[in-house]
């Protein structure tokens, strides 16, 4: 890659600083890195060698980060169910009878969504996932590949241990540092004590962070408190999940303040899933007491079928929604609060806050250019009455999304995906799904249609 000047009518570096640069511009390194953001006119003259390319009509920010997903192949086929239910009617059955290659498909599918509305680094709970490590080196997003870990008897048909170990040898780091991998846990349920400890112990000496489902829904507050005594949070610590390096949570809608102070202690981050979390029926995620309690809270869009779409711009709205009727408060979760956790808070959540979230000198060169000539951005005003966040938090659309770049690699160019035949990854979807399906519901006839009691685990 060569040395680069991308200059906008509009640059918003740091949404944490609440400003932006008009007629800006951003120096990409030839390493994949920030060289430095400032004025256009400036830069382009402290390097008139750099080619500058000037993207007109376009706003320029950090690329968002989705803290909490998983590839799927299930949209709009899982409908109407709570949470639990959902599991052991339409995914634990899938999860049974999926093979590596319809994994590694969804993958592909799911990073190319992701690149095409703005997402630039994805934290993806999923099966099989060499393939998703392939497809996030060949689509180029900045991938955190977390394995669905269960070693419980009653499930028995996830990833183990064993295989995320070898995951984490075989690709983290890779791609300088693009691809990571995470130790998973698909819930606390699914895993018998001496696994959550393994688990730990895995986070620890690899020196990655870990990461799970939890306080999700109100039965899975009431089944912890029968089966251990304790609140979730609680016993993610009595079995010594949260000695873990670095603890990432998705979730986390039914917790009490002393819980919330644990979070904070343990210095967890949250992933609050507010489409997810409506569409399940699972709760409103205390946002604002995370947020006060100067814990890190990213946002994502959870699955397929849990959403059912993977941009992160209607996750913000809906994050700005359900926070401001939840709580009966208009002025509830500002628009720059929620920049900053589809950003900079979301990078530390992840725990990955020095290197991308923001636009600064010395980051991954992780950015995408939205379209400003669009009646949804239309007034544009940067004066005193300054309406940019509002228009990115409520108004933009992912589809407004015109080039995202991934570590100074241009992925999306004019909104076509650079990196793959997108028709060619629906195909192949498309001609997964049937049989998938097929394979599922001989299981489900052999199986007398259903899966293990939960009150049984
Ligand atoms: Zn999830």
């Known amino acids: 890659m060569q040395r680069q000047l991308l200059r906008a009518d509009l640059v918003l570096p740091v949404p944490a600083r609440r400003s932006l640069l008009v007629d800006g511009a951003v120096l990409v390194e030839a390493d994949g890195t920030i060289g430095a953001v400032d004025d256009a006119a400036r830069l382009i003259a402290a390097h008139p060698d750099a080619p500058v390319r000037h993207l007109r009509d376009r706003l320029l920010m950090p690329g968002l980060i989705n803290a909490h997903c998983h590839s799927g192949l299930l949209r709009g086929t899982a409908e109407g169910l709570p949470v639990w239910e959902w599991l052991q009617r339409f995914i634990d ?7 590596p290659e319809d994994a590694e498909a969804a993958s592909r599918l799911c990073y190319a969504e992701a690149l095409l509305s703005g997402t630039t680094t ?14 996030a080196r060949d689509l180029g997003i900045r991938a955190v590949l977390v394995p669905y870990v269960a070693e419980h008897p009653d499930h028995d048909y996830f990833e183990t241990y064993d295989g995320n170990e070898a995951l984490i040898a075989a690709w983290h780091g890779a791609e300088r540092g693009r691809i990571n991998v995470w130790v998973g846990l698909e819930h606390l349920f699914y895993a018998v004590p001496a696994a959550l400890q393994r688990a730990a112990a895995l986070s620890r000496h690899y020196g990655v962070p870990l990461h799970t489902h939890s306080n999700e829904s109100r039965f899975d507050v009431e089944e912890t ?19 873990a390096h670095h603890v990432l949570l998705a979730h986390c809608c039914w917790l009490w303040p002393d819980e919330i ?17 409506m569409k399940l029926a699972s709760g409103a995620a205390p946002v604002q007491a995370l947020l006060d309690a100067g814990i890190a809270v990213g946002l994502g869009t959870d699955g397929e079928k849990e959403n059912n779409n993977l941009d992160l711009f209607e996750e913000m709205k809906t994050a700005s929604l359900l926070a401001k009727f939840s709580q009966l408060d208009a002025a509830a979760l500002d628009a720059w609060s929620i920049c900053e956790m589809a950003t900079s808070s979301g990078a530390r959540a992840l725990g990955l806050g020095a290197s991308i979230g923001s636009l600064e000198a010395g980051k991954a060169a992780d950015l995408i250019a939205v379209r400003t000539k669009t009646p949804r951005m239309t007034p544009l005003l940067t004066g005193p009455d300054l309406n940019v966040h509002h228009n990115l938090v409520h108004a933009v659309q992912g589809a407004d999304v015109d080039l995202t770049m991934v570590g100074g690699r241009i992925v999306v160019d004019g909104g076509v995906l650079q990196t793959a035949d997108l028709a060619e990854l629906i195909d192949r979807v498309n001609e997964l799904v049937p049989p998938l399906f097929a394979r599922r519901s001989a299981w489900l006839a052999d199986h007398g249609g259903a899966v293990s009691e939960i009150g049984a685990v």
Request: glycine share 8%; charged share 25%; hydrophobic share 45%.
């Open 122 to 135: 994805i934290v993806d709970m999923w099966r099989f996932m060499d393939g998703s490590a392939r497809a």
């Open 225 to 243: 408190l029968r089966r251990y005594g304790v609140r979730p949070v609680r016993a993610l610590e009595r079995f010594g999940v949260l000695d």
């Open 261 to 277: 102070s644990v979070l904070a202690e343990r210095g967890v981050g949250v992933a609050h899933n507010p489409i997810s979390n």
């Open 93 to 99: 059955p899938m999860h049974r009878v999926l093979r």
